[in-house]
């Protein structure tokens, strides 16, 4: 199995300043054969569904903010927020789709300072 | 647009089956290229994939779960089920069913159902 390490466990930053979550995987999840890394991220407020922020490491789903950046390659991906809104107070996930089984970090509990 | 909608009892017995539907609408189950999965989340904690069925009806199970887990798809009913037995209070949890496209395997969530395994 893949294992999907975030840092922070939690992390507290003031409105309107730059939040980073970071995600490591245990093995490579680039596809070589399309240069794409299988990595996803999910944001989860209480009581909802998780919502699919970014996926293949960088791409913005259609209708998310674009203050929510992805980036990284291989093991290493960050998640991005470039000016924290009230909004985005919420648990984040990353995720692999590389292998089964498919696999998800522990999440990031991301507060208001 | 596409919705899912979770439905099952929400108590069950320890060493029974655990059954929950996931009913579609907006989109046919068995057209295109997607993967139709279950996941689930204990109270307070992270997310556990569970299996997943693709448009093909092939299955892709969590190792973890593999031994107790079916997931099925009735097409004429535009739902997909799962089925986990032998259930203990580690089975206990809030149980969503989602979608995914070629992007990315979780694009949508059914809004979650909880069940409780107690006696």
């Known amino acids: 199995d893949i294992v999907m390490t975030q840092s922070p466990d939690s992390l507290s930053v003031s409105l309107g300043e730059r939040a980073t979550i970071n995600c490591k995987s245990s093995?490579?999840?680039?596809?070589?054969?399309?240069?794409?890394?299988?990595l996803a991220w999910f944001q989860q407020k209480p009581g909802q569904p998780p919502k699919v922020l970014i996926y293949?490491?960088?791409t913005r789903e259609s209708g998310v903010p674009d203050r929510f950046s992805g980036s990284g390659s291989g093991t290493d991906f960050t998640l991005t927020i470039s000016s924290l809104q009230a909004e985005d107070v919420a648990v984040y996930y990353c995720?692999?789709?590389?292998?089964?089984?498919?696999?998800f970090g522990q999440g990031t509990r991301l507060e208001i300072k | 647009q596409v919705q899912l909608q979770e439905s099952g009892p929400g108590l069950v017995k320890p060493s029974q089956t655990l059954s929950l539907t996931c009913t579609v609408s907006?989109?046919?189950?068995?057209?295109?290229?997607?993967?139709w999965s279950w996941i689930r989340q204990p109270a307070g904690k992270g997310l556990e994939w569970i299996g997943r069925i693709h448009t093909s009806g092939t299955t892709h199970y969590n190792p973890s779960l593999k031994s107790r887990v079916t997931i099925s798809a009735d097409t004429s009913k535009n739902q997909f089920s799962l089925k986990l037995n032998s259930v203990t209070a580690a089975d206990t949890a809030v149980y969503y069913c989602?979608?995914?496209?070629?992007?990315?395997?979780?694009?949508?969530w059914g809004q979650g159902t909880p069940v409780t395994v107690s006696s």
């Open positions: 093995q490579s999840v680039l596809y070589n054969s399309n240069n794409r890394n299988y």
């Open positions: 907006g989109g046919s189950i068995s057209s295109g290229s997607d993967y």
């Open positions: 293949w490491a960088s």
């Open positions: 995720q692999q789709y590389y292998s089964i089984p498919l696999t």
């Open positions: 989602a979608r995914g496209t070629p992007m990315v395997d979780f694009a949508y």
